[in-house]
Every structure is written in structure tokens, then in C-alpha cells.
């Protein structure tokens, strides 16, 4: 099953997979694998696979409901616009200190703030 999306003028066309294991506190946590993975429209936690280096362009926008994400010293490139929107958004975990974040990869995600 597949949905089509409109994003800034452009069509995108999401595969419905999703992995999924149990998280803190009996939530759900998304395991993020990076390829051609859906990522659901109401996800509220991710982790990013230990195989993903690049997060790429509008791989999580407008998430609205994301408010944790899990990176691990292997994440390289976060790329443009890759978390644009996701307004819940509070801290990410683990970003390690020489990844590149192009431009806008956290547009408009106004829930952000230092730990």
C-alpha cells in the first residue's frame, strides 16, 4: 500500500513499512532503517539504526507528533529539511557533535531547546 504526498510543490510516494520495538515506559518506539521505509505520520519516538550514516531530505518533515529522536555516533549527514516541522520536537539524543546538518534540517521545529 502506498500513500502519495504533496510537500512544498513536489509529489512523494510513501511505502507503508514500518518497523517497530518496544520502547521506555511501554511506548512504541520507530526504528528507523533509512532505504525507501515509510515513516508513519503519527510517530512519537525514533531510533535511528546503527546501518544508517545519512538521514536524507524530509525523511521525518512534518511529523507533528514526533517529540524524541535517538541518533548514534555513526549518523554522518542529517539531511535539508530532514526534521522541518516536526513542532514537538524537544531535544535530540545522542547527536554526535561532528554531523552535518544542512540547511534547514530542524525548520520550524519551535519545541527545540538546549539540555
Given at each position: 500500500?502506498?500513500?502519495?504526498?504533496l510537500?512544498?510543490?513536489?509529489?512523494?510516494?510513501?511505502?507503508?513499512?514500518?518497523?517497530?520495538?518496544?520502547?521506555?515506559?511501554?511506548?512504541?518506539?520507530?526504528?528507523?532503517?533509512?532505504?525507501?521505509?515509510?515513516?508513519?505520520?503519527?510517530?512519537?519516538?525514533v531510533?535511528?539504526?546503527?546501518s544508517?550514516?545519512?538521514i536524507?531530505?524530509?525523511?521525518?518533515?512534518?511529523?507533528?507528533k514526533?517529540?524524541?529522536v535517538?541518533?548514534h555516533?555513526?549518523?554522518e549527514?542529517i539531511?535539508?529539511?530532514?526534521f522541518?516541522?516536526c513542532?514537538?520536537?524537544?531535544?535530540?539524543r545522542?547527536?554526535p557533535?561532528?554531523?552535518?546538518?544542512?540547511?534547514?534540517?530542524f525548520?520550524?521545529?519551535i519545541s527545540?531547546?538546549?539540555?
Amino acid at each position: 500500500m502506498a500513500k502519495e504526498v504533496l510537500l512544498l510543490g513536489r509529489r512523494y510516494l510513501l511505502r507503508q513499512q514500518q518497523v517497530q520495538e518496544a520502547g521506555t515506559g511501554g511506548s512504541d518506539v520507530f526504528v528507523y532503517k533509512g532505504g525507501e521505509q515509510a515513516v508513519p505520520d503519527d510517530i512519537r519516538s525514533v531510533r535511528i539504526h546503527k546501518s544508517v550514516t545519512v538521514i536524507p531530505a524530509y525523511a521525518f518533515a512534518c511529523r507533528q507528533k514526533l517529540t524524541y529522536v535517538e541518533f548514534h555516533e555513526g549518523v554522518e549527514r542529517i539531511g535539508s529539511k530532514a526534521f522541518m516541522s516536526c513542532i514537538s520536537l524537544r531535544s535530540p539524543r545522542k547527536l554526535p557533535g561532528d554531523t552535518i546538518i544542512d540547511f534547514g534540517a530542524f525548520w520550524n521545529c519551535i519545541s527545540l531547546r538546549k539540555e
